[in-house]
């Protein structure tokens, strides 16, 4: 069965560090990968998305995000983290015409 | 939030009386999708339309039930809501239902089951 992972539940980080957020998946072919960003009381949105070739791929708001076939992983990074940046993360695998998503990570972000 | 509308916004209801929340596109996407979202769980996959009046089941569709009698419009219903039910719903579309699809999402709704 698919699954996605995210082991971390929550983290907290300084504004202007640097931030990386894991992701995990267990999938048998080539995945369809996803970051969606969801603000509180919003829906989500696109950040970035992996569908083949370079293995790193940017997204919007400065985030980019590494597909690594042989760790089975797709985790989001950030040099610089802001304030607004604050939100829950979503990594997402696409398997035709079905999403699995992630349990998500909280990010908090402090001045 | 790419032309998706999730109405009501907010709900409040009573174990065992009927729920039905709406979700309006303007982008004219063929797929449709209603996800729940519940704490340690993400979003889960309740039912999804691939067409008018062709509808399929997802991850959790037990107690739901939806419709798309026109392509703007997919509704889900809960027939009796139960208290398992209070979660957020998250109305999503897709330009077709192939690999690589990027979907897009609703506002969501929040529903509480008293």
């Known amino acids: 069965a698919q699954s996605v992972t995210q082991p971390d539940i929550h983290i907290t980080v300084s504004e202007g560090a640097s931030l990386e957020l894991r992701c995990n998946y267990s999938?048998?072919?080539?995945?369809?990968l996803f970051w969606y960003v969801q603000s509180p009381g919003q829906g989500l949105q696109l950040l970035l998305k992996?569908?083949?070739?370079?293995?790193l791929v940017q997204g919007i708001k400065g985030f980019e995000a590494e597909f690594k076939r042989s760790q089975s992983s797709f985790n989001l990074r950030k040099p610089s983290v802001h304030w607004s940046d604050a939100a829950e993360y979503f990594c997402a695998v696409d398997q035709g015409n079905q999403f699995y998503f992630g349990t998500g990570t909280s990010l908090t972000v402090i001045p | 939030d790419a032309g998706i509308t999730q109405s009501p916004r907010h709900k409040v209801t009573e174990t065992g009386t009927p729920v039905t929340l709406r979700c309006h596109q303007t982008e004219n996407h063929r797929y449709m999708y209603w996800y729940r979202q519940d704490p340690g769980h993400g979003l889960r996959l309740i039912h999804y339309s691939y067409g008018v009046k062709d509808t399929d089941k997802g991850e959790v569709s037990d107690g739901y039930s939806v419709s798309r009698s026109k392509t703007e419009d997919f509704l889900l219903t809960l027939e009796s809501a139960t208290s398992s039910q209070t979660s957020v719903y998250f109305c999503?579309?897709?330009?077709?239902?192939?690999?690589?699809?990027?979907?897009?999402f609703g506002a969501g709704t929040r529903l509480s089951v008293l």
């Open positions: 992996y569908f083949s070739g370079d293995t």
């Open positions: 999503a579309i897709s330009e077709s239902g192939l690999a690589k699809n990027i979907q897009y």
């Open positions: 999938y048998g072919a080539t995945p369809y």
